[in-house]
């Protein structure tokens, strides 16, 4: 089976149930696993490179005013390729390319491709499409070996945090300019990593806040988590924001607790690392020693 991948997520789902063979085409952000990045690239992005998310959020909404894609797919490449599966989302056209950009695309391939459209807003969604995809290219067992480990992993991440004596506060951040709090499987992940989301809603889009929202909202921790960020650039957005009159009187900035975190890895793809990012945030909001969640140190700076 040959198969390509619109999705940063769906690759890495693909390579968990041993199919990076099999794997022929992907998207200029598939970085994951690092074998990824030698595969032919498929899908692009319209955006012009830019350093602040101020003028992404710009770029965006230009797009979207105009009825327009934010990605370019490789019409050339994907027909010499030939697949016989493509994997599709239908969740964020500002994420991932989604089925209306795969039309010219499927008139253009002499033998249609099946395609897989995968658009999760929990975390047991995310848990049922890496079954879906085990389904579709007949690794179920593998599929089925792969979830039942995610399930254990946040099994013991929720019998950890069960007994903390407090459950803080928090304010994810999916965007700093303008602000947005994350939606969809990210207050989940709060709620089982021992804290309360402040502002984000489970299983609904993430959304765009006032700073009086955020300020209202009193958190006890802050996570910086922009969408498609690493750390580092998490790190220097934090630094390069303006943040309103009222921020330093937060709890969470006077007590330190706030973090910025790698959302790209741990965060925004809804993929086999979230159960990652659930250990990364119940070590931050119950300040246990990392080991005892197995996150990733690298995955988390206090700003």
């Given at each position: 089976m040959r198969i390509c991948s619109f999705l940063p997520s769906a690759t890495e789902m693909v390579y968990a149930l041993g199919l990076g063979d099999e794997l022929a085409g992907v998207t200029y952000e598939c970085d994951y696993p690092?074998?990824?990045?030698?595969?032919?690239?498929?899908v692009h992005t319209r955006l012009a490179p830019t350093a602040t998310s101020a003028a992404v959020d710009r770029q965006v909404a230009e797009f979207v005013a105009r009825g327009e894609s934010l990605y370019r797919v490789d019409l050339q490449a994907l027909a010499a390729l030939q697949p016989d599966l493509i994997i599709t989302q239908d969740l964020c056209?500002?994420?991932?390319?989604?089925?209306?950009?795969?039309?010219d695309a499927l008139a253009r391939l002499p033998c249609p491709p099946q395609v897989l459209s995968l658009s999760p807003r929990t975390l047991a969604e995310v848990l049922g499409d890496i079954r879906r995809l085990?389904?579709?290219?007949?690794?179920?067992?593998?599929?089925?070996k792969l979830v039942a480990e995610l399930e254990e992993r946040i099994r013991r991440v929720e019998e950890a945090v069960a007994s903390a004596?407090?459950?803080?506060?928090?304010?994810?951040?999916?965007?700093?300019?303008?602000?947005?709090?994350?939606?969809?499987?990210?207050?989940?992940m709060v709620e089982k990593a021992g804290g309360v989301d402040a502002l984000g809603r489970v299983g609904e889009p993430s959304r765009r806040?006032?700073?009086?929202?955020?300020?209202?909202?009193?958190?006890?921790?802050?996570v910086v988590m922009p969408c498609g960020y690493r750390l580092a650039q998490t790190v220097a957005e934090?630094?390069?924001?303006?943040?309103?009159?009222?921020?330093?009187?937060?709890p969470a900035v006077?007590?330190?607790?706030?973090?910025?975190?790698?959302?790209?890895?741990?965060?925004?793809?809804?993929?086999?690392?979230?159960?990652?990012?659930?250990?990364?945030?119940?070590?931050?909001?119950?300040?246990?020693?990392?080991s005892l969640f197995a996150a990733p140190a690298e995955g988390v700076a206090a700003v």
């Open positions: 690092p074998a990824a990045r030698a595969k032919p690239v498929v056209h500002v994420c991932a390319a989604s089925p209306g950009d795969l039309v085990g389904e579709a290219t007949e690794r179920g067992a593998a599929a089925e004596k407090q459950r803080p506060r928090v304010a994810c951040l999916e965007w700093l300019d303008p602000p947005y709090v994350a939606g969809h499987w990210v207050p989940e806040v006032s700073w009086e929202e955020v300020l209202t909202s009193r958190p006890d921790v802050i934090c630094r390069g924001v303006r943040f309103p009159p009222g921020w330093d009187a937060l006077r007590a330190g607790r706030v973090f910025a975190v790698d959302a790209n890895s741990y965060f925004s793809r809804p993929g086999p690392r979230l159960v990652r990012g659930l250990q990364l945030l119940a070590s931050v909001l119950h300040l246990q020693p990392r």
